[in-house]
């Protein structure tokens, strides 16, 4: 059983690790969770996320939400904004496609391109 | 929508869209009445009466930017409920808030699967760390006992201190502390 007390172990190692790199978010992923995104399984896809995003111990990884986009065909949809570069946004998103998207994009640096359905400045 | 807690995820999308900074979310048994409830109560910029009948009409949609005039959110919900021999009722205050009550027959041969209300509440949390939630899970059982689970993310956010809501270990956390809770009130696989 988890209790609030928890989160002070949990507290104290956050605060070590932001010391370390002054708080900075080096990427954001947002997902998309309009009706359509989540009828088509975008919250599973920000779970993935958020339990590899841990697992990996990615600390400078922030994961958000958004409304819908104009994209109804295409949910999940979910965007990569790194810092200095270029916009990416994933399209038909599940869990399998979300953990290559955390192995290879946000800890390699190179994005998935199969999945890509738009980049932008 | 699979089962009810994507539609509770929905419901819970139009009150962060409408400005609230407080949500309660309510999800229980009353075995009694053989009933599943949700209660959601926001805080947001509320409905005049127009607007609220409007919000029932799967052709209506508040945004602007839409061309097909479509919003399934809420009329879908509702004809779920209401197929459940269930019952479905939304009341607005404009600059107050809104509040959904929805019930649901448990024992229904339509009723939808209540899913993953855990990772519902958590990825609605962590999606949107600036809005308080005031969790409420609960199970009235027909021996008189009352299974309940309550927590509020201020008070989460209280421990956290300067660590973020959003912090990887912290959404562990999470889904770790309300999945127990759903297990405490018999809410698992139902």
Redesign the interface.
Known sequence: MKTLADLKKIREKAQADMKLRNSNVRVKVIVGMGTSGIAMGARDVMKTFLDEIAAKGLNDVLVTQTGEKGFSSMEPVVDVVEDGKKRVTYGNMNVEKAKKVVAEHLINGNPVAEYVIATEE | ??DLS?HL??IV?NSV?AGSTNIAINVGIDEFSDKIIFDIIDNGCGMDEKTLANAQNPFYTS?SERQKKV???IPLFKQNAEWCNGSFLMTSQVNQGTSLHAEFQYHHIDRMPLG?VA??V??CI????ETDFDIRFYRNQINGDALIFELSTP??KE?????PI????????L???FN?GIKNTKLEEV
């Open positions: 929508m699979q994507l995820m929905d999308e869209r945004k919003g399934l959110g993953k990772d519902t958590v990825t962590i999606g949107h760390p008070s989460i421990e956290l201190g300067d660590i959003n912090y990887p270990d912290v959404t562990q956390f889904f770790q502390i127990d």
